[in-house]
């Protein structure tokens, strides 16, 4: 808030204050009318703030949902005018009918307001096309796991970074905990988040809102999202589809990984080092530099050593891919005089 708008709002205050203790309303003494104007004051200040943060689709929606709660308010109060009720009842039946649908509708409307098509009402509210702010909420998993930075550094990633007071709680939990493992995952998140606070290119920012409703870390985090209608920034596999399941985007680091993993088809020559023996027979393991397991077939000899190998197949599983190979000196040696 700024410091403008705070002085608005203090100006405000004391002329509702000032003004009821002039008047002296319902009869109230002067200290009385003055904490009643208080009282007045602070409420119309706390309806103001919640009407800032709503979407102009949902304060279009809560208009007309109230208008029209109140016309058919008023046209079941003309049919009550013509019954043979007693006065004092008609009366009361009116002012409750007029609360409760005004109230129906206002909260109707707002709720549906999101299905407004702005657009179709041509440049009369561009204000509201204009394109919001783009909010990234990170969870604990994806700040311990680190990858995040290196993908802000690179400038992919814009919008606002959100990060969530109870996640910060739950990251200091891991930094002090009596596990060493554990310990060290945490400190290595509060590290990677210095480091992002640090980078010019984006903007972090830690949010104070929590849910004491609801105890789970993730389901406080779908609804914040919700909230800021941005989108899960995420390491967590079932985060991942409890959000999706809710209609809610998830930027998954894993996924970003392994769509960047480089693209090798059967038949092409690649150059690995292979690092130990593999399970079968005759197996060599190698693995590209972002982690992919290479099997070779016929290189259990060539340990520790940097061949050249005919990838012969390529499987996608859950956990990343991993290509085969075979290792043929004397068909890579041919391929590769063709080649020149």
């Known amino acids: 808030m700024s410091w403008e708008m705070a002085g608005v709002r ?3 205050i004391f002329a509702i204050i000032a003004a009821t203790y002039h008047l002296r309303p319902l009869g109230l003494s002067g200290l009385r ?4 104007g208080l009282a007045l004051a602070l409420f119309f200040v706390y309806f103001e703030i919640r009407l800032e943060r709503a979407s102009l689709k949902r304060l279009i929606g809560a208009a007309i949902g109230s208008i029209l709660g109140i016309l058919g308010a008023l046209m079941i109060s003309h049919l009550l005018n013509v019954t043979q009720l007693d006065r004092n009842a008609v009366s009361f039946l009116q002012i409750v009918l007029l609360l409760l649908m005004a109230y129906t509708g206002l909260v109707l409307g707002a709720n549906k307001g999101d299905l407004l098509n702005l657009a179709a009402l041509g440049g009369l509210f561009s204000a509201e096309l204009k394109p919001k702010k783009n909010y990234k909420i990170l969870d604990t998993s ?4 680190g990858r995040v930075a290196d993908v802000c550094e ?5 919008g606002i ?4 007071q109870f996640v910060l709680r739950e990251l200091q939990l891991v930094a002090d905990s009596s596990d060493p493992l554990k310990r060290n995952r945490g400190r290595r998140g509060l590290d990677i988040l ?9 903007q972090v920012q830690i949010v104070e809102e929590d849910f004491p409703q609801m105890r789970d870390v993730d389901m406080k985090l779908i609804e914040l999202a919700k909230l800021y209608e941005g989108k899960i920034v995420t390491n967590d596999f ?10 809610l985007p998830v930027l998954n680091i894993n996924e970003l990984a392994n769509a960047l993993k480089p693209v090798v088809l059967p038949g092409e020559i690649m150059r690995v080092f292979i690092l130990k023996e593999g399970k079968e027979y005759n197996q ?7 982690g992919t397991m290479v099997v070779v077939d016929n290189a259990k000899k060539m340990i520790s050593k940097t061949i050249d190998i005919s990838v012969t197949s390529v499987l996608q599983t859950t956990a990343g891919k991993m290509i085969f190979g075979k290792y043929d000196e004397r068909r890579v040696v041919e391929v590769a005089q063709s080649s020149q």
């Open 33 to 36: 009318s003055a904490a009643l």
């Open 238 to 247: 079932n985060l991942n589809k409890v959000a999706q399941l809710q209609g």
């Open 194 to 202: 210095h480091r992002m606070q640090k980078m010019a290119n984006i």
């Open 142 to 145: 994806v700040i311990i796991d």
């Open 161 to 164: 970074l959100i990060i969530p």
């Open 284 to 290: 060599g393991v190698a693995y590209l530099d972002d």
């Open 154 to 158: 690179t400038s992919f990633v814009d």
């Open 10 to 12: 203090t100006i405000f």
